[in-house]
Structure formats: C-alpha cells, structure tokens
C-alpha cells in the first residue's frame, strides 16, 4: 500500500514537471517568435520601406523645384537680351538705366528703352553694356516723350539674344509677372524682381520735364514687383519670360510702397515700329496755350480773370493764329471742360484725350464762356500744317 502511494506520487510529479516545461518552452517560443518578428519588421522598414518613403519626400521636394525652376527658367530666358543702358555727356557718365533686345532685322539689332533714360535734350553718346560685360556704341533711331519710348540699334553681332515679345491683354490680376535692370549701380546690374500684376489700364498723370504739374496721361500697368531707380526701359515679363511691358516709373511717398508700373508692350511696340520705320511720329494739334483752372497764380500773371463755379478745367490763355482752335472758334478765356464727352479736369487729361485721336479727325470740344456753356466743332491738325 505505501508503495503504490509512493508511486503515484511520483507519477504525478514527473506529469507536473513535464507541464511545467512544455509550459516554459511555449513561453519560449512566443518569446522567440516576438524576437524574430521584431527583426524582420526592423529589417522590412529599415531596408525597404525608406525607399518609398523618400520616394514621397522627393516627390514633393522635386514639386516645390520645378516650380521655382519654372521661373527660374524664365528668367534665363530672357536674361542675356537685357542691357544696360549708359548715357554719356562729354565722355562723362550722365545716366544710366536698362533696355532690351527687342528684334532684329537689316543686319540690324534694336533696343527699347525708356525717353527719359537716353534724354536727347542734350547732345549725348550711348552705350550698351550686356550680360558679358562687353560694351558697344549705339545709335538713337528715334524717341517719344509722350508715350516715353526709346529705340537703340546695334549691330546684330554684337547681341546675344533677342527677347520673346508676349501680350499684355492676355494678363490677369494676380498673374506673376518679373522684372529685370539695373538698379542704382554697377553691383546690382542685373537684379531679378517679381511680383504679381496688380492692376491694368491705370491712368497716371506724368510730368515730361520735372515740373510741378502734370504733362501727360499714361496708359501703364500696375505690378507690385521691385522697380528701382536704374530699371527704367527694363523688362517686366509673365512666367514664360516674354515681355508683356516696360518699366517706366513707380509711386515714391511715404505711404506708398510696391506701385511700379509699365508701357503695355502692344503700345510700345507700335510707336517702335513707327521709328524704325522711319515714320514721324504725328499727334493731333489743337493750337492753344493753356492753363489748369486750379492754377489761380498764373492765371492772375497772365491777366485772366475766370468767374466761374468749375472747379476743374483747362484755360485758354492763348489760341494759335490760323490753328484748329481758331477755326473752330476758341477765344482766350474760355474753360475747356470735356472732350467728345468726356471730362477733362486739367492739361494732362486734355493731352490725353486729343492724343486717342488722329490727325484729320473732328472733335467736340465742351467750354463754358461767361458762364455758359457750349459745344464747339474743331478740326484736328499738326503743327507742320
């Protein structure tokens, strides 16, 4: 009897023990597996799938540069067709400023600029520096001072590219448009500036000769990109790197920061043509001196009295003899006040309403005399007439 109590006892010991085991070897080999598991996963993100992951970051990092590259091309696209525009007055340097390549033909490379950068008022010699440091001499075919225009030649050899024209009527608001010059001096020759267009068909009043009034009217585009002092003839540009304008002047107050505008490229064009062609540049004439209605001091100087309740308007001070405003029947004193209808509030509005015309057309022009007024019918001339 006590043996089998003692055997039984073992029995179950030995069962006990080998649960016990099988126990710790199951422990063990989920231990295992989680080891092995752990590696191959390691293994897996560690030698496959960085791969795709930088797949993902490249992907994006290659997006962000081909956009830059987009612009960056563009500006390699135009960039050896700007020059810097150098005005010379008794071999001294007089002014500076840019230009562009902007055809060739006849042997023959031309360049637009600005008017007031060449300044043909006095007698000057001009030279053209590009991209690779080499400087010619250039010949002023001709210049505007109203629409503000220049055109240069070279010879076509001398050249290194010619700038791609676009249109600026296809523009709009919010486009990216860039500009290239020379700003201020010879170490930011060449600078980049972009921005967007921030307006079109802005009317801006100019003065041709630095005085306190108005000359002129310009149709120009409004672009927030950098134009500095020395951009003046430079190229603004869209995101192809064709020129859509040209950079003329900006608005400089205290207040006022990113204003630059430009000479739409389709009315730079047509007077550029116009002077290669060798054609004279015709504006209608209307035969008068004049004065704005504000400008009360010179008006008392030249003994012009106005009794008037207009705040705006345009003075007669004189009328031309054998002129369309004597034909038409304009006398000293009246206040011109509307062109075919539309408004005219000083000199520089006038100008710009007889400019949309051409020589030969016939015009309305509105004046109030001794407190009335009256629509007067005046031929259009020029002054060789």
Known sequence: MEENEIREKNEKKVKHKR???KKNSAALASIISLFVGAIGMYLLVYYVLPGETNTVINKSEKEV????QGIADAVEKLYDAVVVVEVYSNNTLAASGTGFVYKTAGNKAYILTNDHVVNTSYKSDVKIMFTNGKKVEAKVEGSDAFSDLAVLSVDEKEIITVAEIGKSEDLRLGDTAFAIGAPLDTEYYWSVTRGIISGKDRMVEVSLNNSKTSDYVMKVLQTDASINSGNS???????????IGITNMKLVSSGVEGIGFAIPIEDAVTYAESIINGETLKRPLLGVEM???SNTYEL???KIVVNTELT???VVVKVQDKSPAEAGGLTRGDIIIAVDDEPVANVAKLRYSLYKHTVGDTIKVTIERNGKKQD?????TVASE
């Open 376 to 380: 007067l019918k005046v031929k259009l």
């Open 312 to 314: 705006a308007g345009v």
């Open 19 to 21: 649960t016990h085991e």
């Open 233 to 243: 003839g430079g190229p603004l540009a869209n995101s192809n790197g064709e020129v």
């Open 300 to 302: 008392y100087n030249n």
């Open 291 to 293: 004065l704005n209605l």
């Open 65 to 68: 540069t081909i956009t830059d």
